[in-house]
């Protein structure tokens, strides 16, 4: 079978086609943009991201907020977050912590010993770079002086698989404190690696001008 062509391929080739075969106006382009995100949607099939987009405050406390990044259970304890994955904490400054009995769990490096904002689009998985454990203030420093809808790339473990997100988050300067979650995917698929800022189909907005 021929190797699958690129989503932005798959929508154009849609486009020209029909361009061609019919003039059916606005009513015909959004059939048209149907087909193409259905026909997205099965080029994907092997792609899963499970996304939430609650925002989560973090308090400015030395125990901040923990994260089951899988279920999306969060609280202010380990225990109200069982099996959690993510602690980003601080008082004063902005800490990024893990469970320490996953230690594989940690962040994509921004190449330069920091834990990076990335681009969208950025893939985060096994080919990246991570800086495992908790951080500390040499790899907080970008995160420190205040990013407004940065997002860092994650690794960690749930039941003994492996997998990898992408967090959409915020601090501010000149600490990193206050912090909030905004949102966050996870690629389902053990082992498999996410683009940042990818979300399921049905996350997805098209409008018809």
């Known amino acids: 079978m021929p190797s699958n062509p690129s989503?932005?391929?798959?929508?154009?080739?849609?486009i020209k086609l029909n361009a061609f075969s019919c003039h059916a106006g606005k009513a015909g382009l959004a059939a048209l943009v149907v087909a193409a995100s259905i026909t997205v949607a099965s080029t994907q099939a092997m792609a899963a991201p499970t996304c939430f987009t609650t925002p989560i405050a973090v308090p400015v406390t030395t125990s901040g907020i923990y994260l089951n990044l899988f279920t999306g259970v969060s609280g202010a304890t380990p225990a109200s977050a069982t099996g959690w994955d993510f602690n980003p904490w601080g008082s004063t400054t902005a800490n990024f912590w893990v469970a320490a009995?996953?230690?594989?769990?940690?962040?994509?490096d921004s190449g330069s010993g920091t834990i990076g904002n990335l681009t969208n689009g950025t893939p985060v998985g096994p080919a990246s770079t991570f800086l495992t454990g908790n951080s500390s203030a040499a790899t907080m420093a970008l995160w420190r002086a205040g990013i407004a809808n940065g997002n860092l790339g994650m690794r960690f473990v749930e039941a003994g698989s492996t997998y990898y997100a992408w967090i959409n988050m915020t601090s501010v300067a000149p600490a990193g404190v206050p912090m909030t979650i905004n949102s966050w995917c996870f690629e389902s698929t053990p082992d498999t690696a996410i683009n940042v800022g990818s979300t399921p189909v049905s996350l997805q907005k098209f409008t018809i001008d």
């Open 7 to 14: 989503t932005a391929g798959i929508i154009m080739n849609h």
């Open 101 to 108: 009995t996953t230690p594989l769990t940690g962040f994509v």
